[in-house]
C-alpha cells in the first residue's frame, strides 16, 4: 500500500513539474495582427503577472525578427484579464452540455508595437535578439516553444 502511495505521489509532481511556462508558451496563447506596414498589434493571454507580460514581449520580439527588423518600440500597451466561460457536464443533468457557471479568469497584455531596422534616434526601444536571449533563458524555454 506504501508503494502504490509513492508511486501516485510521484506520478502526481511530475505531472506539476511538467506543466511550467513552457507549455503554455505556444501559438494558442498569443496572436499577432498586422495594423499596417511596421505596426503589429501583439496579444499574450494567460499565466500571472508578471509572467503574461514578460511572454507577450518575448512574442514582440519573434514578430520583429521573422518580419526582418532589429529594434521594436512599444506604442501602446495595455493588460488586465478576461472571463471566458466553457461548457460542462453535469450528471444531473443526464451529461447535456450547459454554459454553466465554470469560468476561467485569463490574465492577458496586448502591445502595439513599430518595428525598424535601426535603433530609433529618440524614444526606447528594444533590440529584438536580447529580448529573446533574455527571456528565453530567464523562463527556460527552447527554441521549439
Request: aromatic share 12%.
Amino acid at each position: 500500500m506504501r508503494l502504490v502511495h509513492n508511486l501516485l505521489l510521484l506520478s502526481f509532481l511530475c505531472g506539476v513539474v511538467g506543466c511550467g511556462v513552457g507549455s503554455i508558451y505556444n501559438p494558442s496563447y498569443y496572436s499577432e495582427t498586422a495594423l499596417e506596414k511596421g505596426l503589429y498589434r501583439v496579444t499574450f493571454q494567460g499565466g500571472t503577472a508578471p509572467m503574461t507580460g514578460d511572454l507577450c514581449l518575448l512574442r514582440c520580439a519573434e514578430v520583429t525578427l521573422s518580419q526582418g527588423n532589429k529594434f521594436f518600440q512599444v506604442v501602446d500597451s495595455e493588460s488586465g484579464s478576461s472571463f471566458r466561460s466553457f461548457p460542462s457536464s453535469y450528471p444531473f443533468d443526464r451529461h447535456q452540455i450547459h454554459e454553466g457557471p465554470f469560468v476561467d479568469d485569463l490574465a492577458f497584455v496586448t502591445k502595439t508595437i513599430r518595428l525598424t531596422s535601426k535603433e530609433p534616434v529618440s524614444g526606447f526601444a528594444y533590440e529584438a535578439e536580447a529580448i529573446v536571449r533574455s527571456l528565453r533563458r530567464k523562463y527556460n524555454l527552447t527554441k521549439n516553444q
